[in-house]
């Protein structure tokens, strides 16, 4: 083991000792370029001064920078702009000492000046090329690659396309050659990145894949929108050809770009939206040094809200939640992403308010994500989801105001919109609550409302992915069932950015963008599995529910909608309908006696006629392994 530690100490005492060589070969040919070859005796006791001022300047200078502290076969630009800044002050250092030496007639005082400035150009040129020549021959001596090489095309010759060019050209595991690249920037259009040439424009993928005799394709813009994924990926499935892609740029928020990431395209990357990322100075402002809680943090929305949280260097991030292994496999996340970050692990049930109440000391910003939400289960388990999603919302607010807590912010649903199910109108109950706190107290607590996000746990697209699995059929409800979707990391994304702006009573809406038809949702998933719906995977259709809704509500009609700084987010400030501070309290405290006693119909009767717009009881209860 001490010998494997001490081989980056040797390596930098040989570049110390290269250095100390160059050094004096920088000075003598300094004098050399400067001079005659008949004037060089003359000024000879100059120079053997100036190569002991140099090595007692220069070698300490290059230290206090750091050039013995670097694995120069992975030298960048960044290492260019430190060896250049290196090498002039220590050349400054030498020059005002020459100098200081020449007036005081400690050297000759006919000493040419310009020797000093040859002196800089040849150190920057030696010192600079000898660790560049570093790299070029770690890279020229890389493994030998096996096999036959398979040719790659990457879509998107930006800084990500450059970026996996770069390391498919490495002795890659992925056995990669890359043969060009295709990007609708018309500037680029015949210009070379690493030798790779730019042969055409996205639309012309089909005629590129024949003509370069492509084997695979590499998606690299992680900011392009799904249309253009679709785009690419539909071209590949026509003609068999496999393809890849970088995870969308919400997905590499806090984490690192890197060709090691790429991945099989996924139904995420086909319904992803065009980035677009304002004021994110504001999200830093609310979370950077702030002890931050996520309630819920083992859930899908709770852990990628603690993944992009923990970006924002928080001086505390705590993630609680009811299931431990969930709240582990998050903590062994983080832990490995941010080894710096200060993480709590806490265990507690929302429910449980003296739990809440301890846990809560000292907490700055609360997100509130915990809720059960698999809406035929609460049609069928009344009593769970008031006492989870009302009474545990009522308890985390309560201990945020009298922990002083600063910031809390629910995380709702679009089923909250004239709810037809428990699951809805319990989560509108959970809005008042918040809504009610932020009155009474003034501080900034406020809602942010959206729809189905892809891939979370109890989502169509895991139930879809198993029906595909086991053969088919596929079962949807109606053909032109609509869903409002969002990939997990945009959403959350936007509660971060709704959740800067919180002043107090807010409530915020997501755009979802269009409605997706299940039915299209489902033809991809089966398209993406390598098959055809209607050949390989049969779709049946099992008629639309009682009470259920072919499109979603997003939005009230009777409520006023106004801009906010980011062009997806929607606020509102006005809630009409809500009960008075005193009534709702009213209405929680009979909710919560209602659950004690197990009066599951009884409950139903009273959300009817306190929530806004509900219509549960007219909702028969659904099929229970339902899932929208």
């Known amino acids: 083991m001490d010998a494997?530690?001490?081989?980056?100490?040797?390596?930098?005492?040989?570049?110390?000792?290269?250095?100390?060589?160059?050094?004096?070969?920088?000075?003598?040919?300094?004098?050399?370029?400067?001079?005659?070859?008949?004037?060089?005796?003359?000024?000879?006791?100059?120079?053997?001064?100036?190569?002991?001022?140099?090595?007692?300047?220069?070698?300490?200078?290059?230290?206090?920078?750091?050039?013995?502290?670097?694995?120069?076969i992975y030298a960048s630009t960044h290492e260019l702009r430190l060896i250049t800044a290196a090498v002039t002050t220590a050349s400054v250092l030498t020059s005002?000492?020459?100098?200081?030496?020449?007036?005081?007639?400690?050297?000759?005082?006919?000493?040419?000046?310009?020797?000093?400035?040859?002196?800089?150009?040849?150190?920057?040129?030696?010192?600079?090329?000898?660790?560049?020549?570093?790299?070029?021959?770690?890279?020229?001596?890389?493994?030998?690659?096996?096999?036959?090489?398979?040719?790659?095309?990457?879509?998107?010759?930006?800084?990500?396309?450059?970026?996996?060019?770069?390391?498919?050209?490495k002795s890659s595991p992925l056995n990669l050659l890359p043969v060009g690249f295709l990007d609708d920037d018309p500037a680029k259009q015949k210009q070379e990145i690493y030798g790779v040439p730019v042969i055409g424009?996205?639309?012309?993928?089909?005629?590129?894949?024949?003509?370069?005799?492509?084997?695979?394709?590499i998606f690299a813009i992680p900011s392009a929108p799904g249309r253009v994924v679709r785009l690419v990926n539909d071209a590949c499935r026509a003609r068999g050809i496999p393809s890849r892609t970088m995870p969308g740029i919400y997905e590499l928020i806090g984490g690192k770009v890197s060709v090691s990431r790429l991945r099989e395209v996924d139904i995420t990357d086909l319904l992803r939206r065009e980035p677009r990322r304002v004021h994110e100075e504001r999200i830093g402002g609310v979370l950077t040094g702030r002890r931050v809680l996520v309630t819920g943090a083992g859930g899908s929305i709770g852990r990628e809200l603690s993944r992009q949280i923990a970006r924002w260097n928080p001086s505390e991030l705590i993630i609680l939640g009811h299931g431990e292994n969930s709240i582990f496999e998050t903590l062994l996340e983080l832990k490995e992403d941010y080894p710096a970050l200060h993480l709590t692990p806490t265990i507690a049930d929302v429910k449980d308010f003296e739990r809440l109440q301890a846990v809560f000391t000292d907490v700055q910003v609360v997100f509130h994500a915990a809720a059960h939400k698999h809406v035929p289960l609460m049609q069928a388990n009344v009593e769970e989801a008031v006492l989870n999603n009302v009474i545990g919302t009522r308890n985390v607010v309560e201990a945020a105001i009298r922990c002083n807590v600063e910031r809390v912010v629910l995380i709702s649903t679009d089923k909250a919109v004239h709810p037809a199910n428990v699951y809805g109108a319990t989560k509108r109950l959970a809005e008042m609550i918040v809504l009610d706190a932020a009155r009474r107290t003034g501080r900034a607590f406020s809602i942010v409302r959206f729809g189905n996000v892809l891939g979370s746990r109890g989502s169509v697209i895991p139930l879809f992915k198993k029906q595909i699995?086991?053969?088919?059929?596929?079962?949807?409800?109606?053909?032109?069932?609509?869903?409002?979707?969002?990939?997990?990391?945009?959403?959350?994304?936007?509660?971060?950015?709704a959740a800067s702006m919180g002043q107090g009573g807010e409530a915020f809406l997501l755009d979802m963008g269009q409605q997706v038809r299940i039915l299209d949702l489902a033809e991809d998933l089966i398209r993406l599995s390598g098959l055809e719906p209607g050949r390989d995977i049969e779709i049946e259709f099992t008629g639309i529910r009682p009470g259920e809704k072919l499109r979603e509500e997003l939005w009230e009609p009777d409520k006023t909608y106004e801009k906010t700084p980011h062009p997806d987010i929607l606020r509102s400030r006005q809630d009409e309908q809500a009960p008075a501070a005193g009534d709702l309290q009213?209405?929680?405290?009979?909710?919560?006696?209602?659950?004690?006693?197990?009066?599951?119909?009884?409950?139903?009767?009273?959300?009817?006629?306190?929530?806004?717009?509900?219509?549960?009881?007219?909702?028969?209860?659904?099929?229970?392994?339902?899932?929208l």
């Open 586 to 627: 009213t209405i929680i405290t009979r909710l919560e006696a209602l659950t004690i006693s197990g009066r599951a119909d009884e409950i139903i009767s009273l959300l009817d006629q306190v929530v806004p717009g509900a219509a549960i009881r007219a909702t028969p209860s659904p099929d229970i392994t339902s899932i």
């Open 201 to 217: 424009f996205l639309k012309d993928i089909p005629d590129v894949l024949e003509d370069q005799h492509v084997d695979e394709v």
């Open 469 to 497: 699995a086991s053969g088919g059929p596929v079962l949807i409800t109606h053909p032109d069932m609509e869903r409002y979707f969002m990939t997990i990391p945009e959403a959350v994304h936007l509660v971060l950015q």
């Open 4 to 72: 494997i530690k001490a081989r980056p100490h040797l390596r930098n005492r040989y570049v110390l000792f290269g250095d100390a060589a160059l050094i004096l070969v920088s000075a003598m040919g300094s004098f050399a370029l400067r001079l005659d070859a008949g004037q060089l005796p003359f000024y000879f006791p100059a120079l053997l001064i100036m190569c002991g001022v140099a090595l007692l300047i220069k070698l300490p200078t290059y230290y206090f920078f750091g050039l013995y502290r670097r694995i120069w």
């Open 96 to 169: 005002g000492v020459m100098l200081m030496l020449i007036y005081a007639r400690l050297v000759l005082p006919g000493m040419p000046r310009s020797a000093l400035g040859i002196d800089w150009l040849l150190s920057l040129v030696l010192i600079g090329g000898s660790r560049f020549a570093l790299r070029i021959l770690a890279e020229g001596t890389g493994s030998p690659r096996s096999g036959r090489m398979h040719r790659a095309l990457v879509v998107g010759a930006g800084d990500a396309g450059a970026l996996v060019v770069r390391e498919l050209q």
